[in-house]
């Protein structure tokens, strides 16, 4: 029974398009993560969801949009998608308090 | 400056040798410190975790927290082409504060 599961693995879209990736849990934390991690395996954080309240990263575009219907699931909504969004996107989750994080397999988004 | 600098790498060693991994970093409130394994293509996964300086064992792995340097290292004794992955520190005050990431070191064991 996988913890961290996304969906879909691989994402591959035209630039101007709007996608979204999902991710469901099942380890019952309540803290949610997305990262972007880029061809130099740089791990970036872009929100933290606890609780229905949503902590911003301000360096990402407001074109990325997180929503979280309830606590097992933190979905990440992108509009008008460029070339520089290509990245793997990563869901993590932790209790909060506690420091170590749990992430999914990844979403493999290519832009082109 | 970054807040975590990590060298990428790659690392090369023969099987059974003794690795040391490493990471520096700027902030002096960090104060929990993780060490995550990533294989290609997958998400990573808590490897070590520590609080404060001291070191940390966990069967062929060994954490350590040098505060007053600001370094941490993870060693690896006996490798194994398992071993094969890119390690990614991270460090965190606690609290609500997120962990910051180190850019991962690539390690390749051969046999």
């Known amino acids: 029974d996988t913890a961290v599961s996304q969906t879909p693995k691989y994402l591959v879209t035209q630039m101007g398009n709007d996608k979204s990736i999902k991710c469901e849990q099942n380890?019952?934390?309540?803290?949610m993560y997305w990262y972007k991690q880029d061809s130099k395996k740089f791990l970036k954080i872009m929100f933290s969801?606890?609780?229905?309240?949503?902590?911003i990263n301000e360096t990402v575009p407001n074109r990325f949009s997180p929503k979280s219907p309830d606590k097992a699931h933190l979905n990440l909504h992108i509009n008008s998608l460029e070339l520089g969004d290509s990245a793997v996107y990563f869901c993590a989750t932790s209790l909060r308090g506690q420091e170590t994080q749990y992430f999914g397999p990844g979403t493999r988004l290519l832009v082109l | 400056q970054k807040e975590v600098e990590q060298d990428p790498g790659p690392l090369s060693v023969p099987e059974g040798a003794i690795v040391s991994l490493n990471c520096t970093y700027s902030n002096s409130a960090f104060q929990y410190f993780m060490w995550y394994r990533q294989y290609s293509r997958k998400g990573p996964e808590l490897l070590m975790y520590t609080y404060s300086s001291g070191n940390k064992e966990d069967g062929r792995f060994t954490a350590q927290v040098d505060k007053s340097s600001k370094y941490i290292s993870l060693f690896i004794r006996d490798s194994q082409p398992s071993d094969s992955a890119t390690y990614l520190c991270a460090m965190s005050e606690g609290g609500s504060y997120i962990p910051t990431f180190g850019r991962g070191t690539s390690l390749i064991v051969h046999p």
């Open positions: 380890l019952g934390h309540d803290t």
């Open positions: 969801y606890n609780n229905k309240e949503l902590i």
